[in-house]
Structures are given as structure tokens and as C-alpha cells.
T-cell receptor, first 110, second 113 residues
Framework: SQQGEEDPQALSIQEGENATMNCSYK?????LQWYRQNSGRGLVHLIL?????REKHSGRLRVTLDTSKKSSSLLITASRAADTASYFC??????????FGSGTRLLVRP | SAVISQKPSRDICQRGTSLTIQCQVD?????MFWYRQQPGQSLTLIAT?????????ESGFVIDKFPISRPNLTFSTLTVSNMSPEDSSIYLC??????????FGQGTRLTVV
């Protein structure tokens, strides 16, 4: 079953702009992970944030986590056409199983 | 991280037949999982592949339909049995490393005709 929703479902921006995707979840978590998927292929791991962390950066990516609101956001700065993909959040607990959000389809126009 | 090789990358199969998907990891991992992604959907966990014992299936998935083997800490197979068009999906194996990060194979795109 889906853990929660991602918002927006689809996002279209111009190259160079920032893209923000939001993820909400329902249960207690140990961590939250963000993934990118290009054209229905495998998932590329982007970043992991633990439940006791509030913000994490990796290159042009910034992830925030608000456990009180059960929500997370992924910010991609200075987007590029190559960032066009689907982005998924997934929550993990002590079982190491992941429950995925519904995904955001990002289109970066050159 | 871990390098995961999944075979085949895609296949077109006749209904009523079975397909076995292989997942090979470049290092020993304790936790290995199989996920399904139906067309236009997100990922859903099928089962946990347990080394040396029967897999643990999630609600809605049964061993007769999705038998899983895990003979050692680097290899697993998922079989999709008696296939129907509803089984057309991407199937992905995943491993957890360093007790936290989960990495995925490139997936097997299955089309059942």
C-alpha cells in the first residue's frame, strides 16, 4: 500500500529554475529516502535523511524532514534538462522495508 | 553502495508461462527485497528474500504466484508464475547496505501477451 502522497503529481519548469517536491507519510519512520527514475528504468538513490535529522544537502539537492507534520521536501536547485525524471520518496522503518510515495513527474524544459 | 545486476532487463512472455528474474549483488548483503511497479504506478513490496529460508510475502502476494529463492547472500531469483497480462510490470530487486540505504537494480520490464 502507498505510504502517502507526493505533491505535485507533475511539475514542468524551465531550465535553471528550482524544483520543489513534497512528500507526506502516515506512520513512524526511521528514515526517508528519495529516488530518481528515468523512463521506467531502475531507481537511482539520491539522498537519505534520518528521522532525527531536519535537513540534508547533496550537491544541488536539499532535503528537509518534519516528523511532526510527517512530511518531507526535495529541492533541486538550478535544474537541468537531465533532471527530467520521476522522483519518489520512500519511508523506511526498523524492518528495512520501504513504502513508496506516489511520485512526482518532473519535466525540465531546455 | 552496491552494484546490482538484474537479468533479463526486459522480456515479452506468453500468458500461462513463467519467467524467472535473477538478481546478483557485488557484495554480501543481509537484506534483499523484490518490488513491483505496475504501469504508471509507484513501487510496491512483493516480499523479503531470506537467505536459507522461505521468503516473507506482503499482503496480496503469495508464494505460489511469486516463488523466490535466496541461496546465498549475493543472489536471489523471483519467478512470476502462470502469467497473465495483469502481471505486466517492472520488477526490481533491492538491497539494503550499512543498515540504512536501499539500492535498486535496473529492473526487469515484463510484458505478458
Amino acid at each position: 500500500s502507498q505510504q502517502g502522497e507526493e505533491d505535485p503529481q507533475a511539475l514542468s519548469i524551465q531550465e535553471g529554475e528550482n524544483a520543489t517536491m513534497n512528500c507526506s507519510y502516515k506512520t513512524s519512520i526511521n528514515n526517508l529516502q528519495w529516488y530518481r527514475q528515468n523512463s521506467g528504468r531502475g531507481l537511482v538513490h539520491l539522498i537519505l535523511i534520518r528521522s532525527n535529522e531536519r535537513e540534508k544537502h547533496s550537491g544541488r539537492l536539499r532535503v528537509t524532514l518534519d516528523t511532526s507534520k510527517k512530511s518531507s521536501s526535495l529541492l533541486i536547485t538550478a535544474s537541468r534538462a537531465a533532471d527530467t525524471a520521476s522522483y519518489f520518496c520512500a519511508t523506511g522503518d526498523s524492518s528495512y522495508k520501504l513504502i513508496f510515495g506516489s511520485g512526482t513527474r518532473l519535466l525540465v524544459r531546455p | 553502495s552496491a552494484v546490482i545486476s538484474q537479468k533479463p532487463s526486459r522480456d515479452i512472455c506468453q500468458r500461462g508461462t513463467s519467467l524467472t528474474i535473477q538478481c546478483q549483488v557485488d557484495s554480501q548483503v543481509t537484506m534483499m527485497f523484490w518490488y513491483r511497479q505496475q504501469p504508471g504506478q509507484s513501487l510496491t513490496l512483493i516480499a523479503t528474500a531470506n537467505q536459507g529460508s522461505e521468503a516473507t510475502y506482503e499482503s496480496g502476494f503469495v508464494i505460489d504466484k511469486f516463488p523466490i529463492s535466496r541461496p546465498n547472500l549475493t543472489f536471489s531469483t523471483l519467478t512470476v508464475s502462470n502469467m497473465s497480462p495483469e502481471d505486466s510490470s517492472i520488477y526490481l530487486c533491492s538491497v539494503v547496505v550499512e543498515d540504512t540505504e536501499a539500492f535498486f537494480g535496473q529492473g526487469t520490464r515484463l510484458t505478458v501477451v
